[in-house]
């Protein structure tokens, strides 16, 4: 989960909390304010200092009357302990159910608003073409790390195994960072000109064709096209997967290796 994300979880967290609570004592403050005013209220009788009525006639000594004891219920009696607590908990489980629909409702929904899984702008095509031949012809790919993918320029002409698969656009591959063995994050190697898995040392060639070591296939590549406005776009929802093949598109390679 990114620190934005946590962010927003706490803040969902304390407003949620301060929600119920708010709510819950709103609803105490009424209740205690109905009782009250509901209450019967006592009549006071005025007397003269010599304990006569203002009016001068002699009454007969008050009735004293037996105090009224009622039990209010529970509900009426203020916020005791064990309320406020029970309140706390029911609060706190609230809060955490949630918090976890929150959380697994993101995990399942498709992410429509960018980033891995759905179509990336790479930025234009023929720059980052460009971009990938060094002055010397030597290879140097582009990353782009929001579709974890390397840009790597492809043969002047579309290899067959390739033709009808749109992985070919404006002159380049988009190949997946991940290795088809175990999954490693498989880094470029400048001398050799190829790619390295630093786990099990899988190698392959600037087009991540299979050369060598446990990997089962060439590294993974995505569906790619060109926009209106010249740009890469590669769909990272469509991987495509390729065998390894019995002879390389690209020589390799092109020097010393960087993983033995
Ligand atoms: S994960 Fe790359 S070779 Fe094993």
Known sequence: ???GQLVLSAGVIVLTAAA???AQTIRAGRTFASWHVGRPTTTSHRRTPTGAHSTGVRSAPPTVKPPIVTTLPPERVGVTRRRFLNRALTVAFGTFIAQLTMDALAFLWPNL????GTDVNAGNAQDLLDQT???DGSVTPVFIPEARTYVVPAPGATPLQYVGKDVVAGGVFAVYQRCTHL?????????SEGFECPCHGSKFNSMGEYYTG??????????ASIDGNGDLVIKTGQIIQTPRLSRLNVGYPRGPFCVG
């Open 20 to 22: 119920v609570l708010g």
């Open 183 to 191: 999954g490693c994050r498989v880094p470029w190697c400048q001398t």
């Open 214 to 223: 446990p990997a089962p296939r060439s590294l993974d590549r995505f569906v």
């Open 113 to 116: 608003s960018g980033g891995f």
């Open 133 to 135: 031949i060094n002055p």
């Open 1 to 3: 989960m990114s620190t």
